[in-house]
């Protein structure tokens, strides 16, 4: 069994015209270039239309030919497996299918399967990442959108030391920002990164002196963290440039994305649940009421009905707070 080939011998580029031979007890034979090996000591490449099929040997040699249906043949003569490349492409019905299939796949992905490839790419970030997201998403919110505290040293002081006990002896490294601003109103939210802002018009909402209800909220805002859901709904509003993000190293698309989910989007029902209970969880853990933070989400239902044609956006827009969810807490109070 014989093929004809073009021969590269490595050391410089030209062709030699040689023939390949393939023997019964599956050895392959140049004789002009003294070449007699074994078939499994070869590599052939599989076959790609009809394009040239290409031979390495260990020696650095290379042969190539263009008698692919031959070639196909000898293979099948040798009981050696052809490419399944090449049966998918010479079949309509295959090709068809594959087609389809990658359709599928990527609308699944970017539809029903985004919460699943975003709660993939949101576990595997790196923290080094996690926190160059954080801290360049925080960059862009103090240019845009916030304001340097006015709270006395007293009142940050209090709420500090009410941060501490919450974060203390953690994996992740929180850090509490003050802020304030006009334009997000009553806030607090949460970066992937561990750090949590709150504003002053949240705190001026709180009528309890240790702040206790504010503790509440930061154990909310410490669920999201820990359930990762600002940067899967970061993921999923941009999933496609998450995922060329993720591949390359730029994370641009995830520092763009945060901010718009901070201050236009909200938190989904199941999101706001999860971080409830895990709020609850945390002031059971620190053995604080969670009448103090129903009252704080009761002041803000208030301020809500006074201001809801004012165009500042406040904890109710981003964190939206429902009879539902003043009644979990409530439900707790002991």
């Given at each position: 069994m014989f093929i004809n080939a073009l021969l590269y011998d490595g050391k410089n580029s030209i062709e030699h015209k040689v023939i390949i031979e393939?023997?019964?007890?599956?050895?392959?034979?140049i004789n002009s270039h003294n070449i007699d090996i074994s078939i499994t000591e070869i590599e052939i490449e599989s076959r790609l239309g009809n394009t040239p099929r290409v031979f390495e040997f260990p020696n650095g040699i290379r042969c190539k030919s263009i008698e692919n249906s031959k070639i196909d043949?000898?293979?099948?003569?040798?009981?050696?497996e052809t490419s399944k490349t090449h049966k998918i492409e010479s079949s309509w019905r295959l090709t068809v299918g594959a087609v389809f299939i990658t359709i599928f796949f990527i609308w699944f992905s970017l539809t029903i399967g985004a919460n699943y490839t975003a709660n993939i790419i949101?576990?595997?970030?790196?923290?080094?990442?996690?926190?160059?997201?954080?801290?360049?998403?925080?960059?862009?919110?103090?240019?845009?959108?916030?304001?340097?505290?006015?709270?006395?040293?007293?009142?940050?002081?209090?709420?500090?030391?009410?941060?501490?006990?919450?974060?203390?002896?953690?994996?992740?490294?929180?850090?509490l920002h003050f802020r304030s601003s006009q334009k997000i109103g009553a806030n607090a939210?949460?970066?992937?990164?561990?750090?949590?802002?709150?504003?002053?018009?949240?705190?001026?909402?709180?009528?309890?002196?240790?702040?206790?209800?504010?503790?509440?909220?930061l154990a909310h805002e410490k669920g999201h963290i820990v359930k990762k859901h600002?940067?899967?709904?970061?993921?999923?509003?941009?999933?496609?440039g998450a995922i060329l993000g993720y591949i390359t190293g730029d994370i641009s698309i995830l520092v763009t994305a945060i901010p718009t989910v901070i201050i236009n989007s909200s938190y989904s029902r199941d999101y706001e649940r999860e971080a409830?209970?895990?709020?609850?969880?945390?002031?059971?853990?620190?053995?604080?009421?969670?009448?103090?933070?129903?009252?704080?989400?009761?002041?803000?239902?208030?301020?809500?009905?006074?201001?809801?044609?004012?165009?500042?956006?406040?904890?109710?827009?981003?964190h939206p707070i429902t009879k539902e969810r003043i009644e979990y807490f409530k439900s707790h109070i002991k």
């Open positions: 393939f023997t019964k007890d599956k050895r392959v034979k043949e000898i293979l099948k003569q040798l009981d050696i949101a576990s595997i970030l790196p923290n080094d990442v996690l926190n160059d997201i954080g801290h360049t998403t925080l960059e862009e919110l103090d240019k845009k959108y916030l304001n340097i505290s006015n709270l006395s040293k007293k009142n940050r002081a209090i709420i500090q030391a009410q941060f501490d006990r919450l974060t203390e002896n953690e994996d992740i490294h929180y850090q939210f949460a970066l992937p990164s561990g750090d949590i802002v709150l504003t002053d018009q949240l705190v001026k909402l709180s009528k309890d002196k240790k702040f206790r209800d504010i503790l509440g909220v600002t940067l899967k709904i970061a993921i999923k509003t941009g999933i496609s409830d209970e895990y709020a609850v969880s945390e002031l059971k853990r620190l053995n604080v009421s969670t009448k103090y933070i129903t009252q704080l989400f009761e002041e803000l239902e208030k301020e809500n009905k006074i201001d809801e044609n004012n165009t500042i956006n406040s904890l109710i827009s981003s």
